[in-house]
């Protein structure tokens, strides 16, 4: 068959663009659905035009990651508003794993946030910028004892996972003859609707001790009882982009359940209750989020009304990634060919998931834009594959989308990968780590150098021996 009867096959076979995007994870949110290539570009940011990111990838050479950092402030603001107006005291600890670039750590600090880390290396960049140790909190499933006597000796409040990890951290403490405030990580058994890898809050996860009564009330008579450990709090994170307030609802029952039991059974009244981070933003067009002003006023009259008998009312703790920054960030590639087969047709791109893990750990779907193509919608569109140039058949980037012929040279972007794509990116298959922009007021600042040839190289040591 002549490749281009296949494609008047595939687009004449009355399959309507609209129900090829539409992802199943959609059903049920938004009826109408636009291609991911409009007429007019658009993205979620609203500050870039296709004109100017195509000026930054020539001035800056691509695989580019661009981040809008008044977006980044912005959705700092609109959540914390929405917190502060619905309960009196409100803590954000900015999970630092979305997005560890410097810049971002210290714009977000003096916006008042606090951060949430889960190695000594996020602790030291938050010492780097600023952040102080009682404005940061350690959270990890696995920590060592190293990792234990770095927060204990900087004075950061620590998120225990079991009490094996309560025991290590009293031997800790112990031998520095230093006290430490902590909070206990609970598995509250939630669905979070959400991808399985993303699902922290179930029982089969590796998180958080389960709430079966004795042996939350053993970890924390254990620590209470202990003269070097202060327990101040709970946490419960139950995963990621979530979209739904039903899970955070089911999540905010269960930790003020914990905090009541505490008090009537101990006699330890919490300081705070942390109910994590996971809320999800919209990846498709026309999907509708949740917003962080309907999911405080879901979850913080819960808290009022449970625990309106505490002397004082615990500070509310939450721990946000993905909402500040997600939406801010492209990341630009270039389009190095276009393959055409009978079976699917690839727009071949210069970056691949060593810079954008997401889609292939999460099946998780980024609207694409191809920069500076005009589309005529009744005639242009084809359905591709973008493909990663990793040595991987799973490194594909986008599926089954309609988008224009790109031709070579042009630029693709990725949309909404401020959160988890640079901070996930490798150096797998040798390639350099790309560089990194953000817009700021008008103005734009080199944040990262692209990687070179010596960053590859830095750490490894030959040895002539070796050689044969
Ligand atoms: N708190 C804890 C204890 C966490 O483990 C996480 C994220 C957060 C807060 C922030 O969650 P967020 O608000 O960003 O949903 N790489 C995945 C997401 C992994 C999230 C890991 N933990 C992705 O790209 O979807």
Redesign the pocket.
Known sequence: MDRRDFFKISLAGGVSLALVQRPKALAGTSSSFVPSNSKEYFDSTGSFTQQELIELAEKHGAPLYVYDGDLIIKKFQEFRKAFQDNYPKVNIHY?F??NTNLNVLSMLRKQGAAG?C?STGEMEMGFEVGYKAEEMMF?SNSKSLSELEFAVKKGVLINLDSIPDLENLIEVCKKLRKQVRVSF?INPDINPHT?KN?S?GHKFTKFGILQSEEELLKAYKMAKENSYILPEGVHS?I????LEVEPFLENVEIVTSVALKLKEKLGLELKFLNL?????IPYYDNQIGLTPKKLAETVCPVIKEKLKNFKNLPELWL?????FVAQSGILISRVNSVKLTPYKNFINVNTGFNHLA?PL??E?YHRVRILGERINFSKDLQEYEVAGNICETGDILAQQRYLPLPKVGSYLAFLDVG??GFS?SSEYNSFFLPAEIMKKRGSYYLIRKRETLQDLLRNQITHPELKT
């Open positions: 999970a794993k979305a949430e889960i959270t990580r991808h993303i922290t994170h995963g990621s982009q979530i994590g981070g996971g809320l999800g721990e946000p990634g993905r909402y997401r750990l999460y998780a959160a988890y996930m």
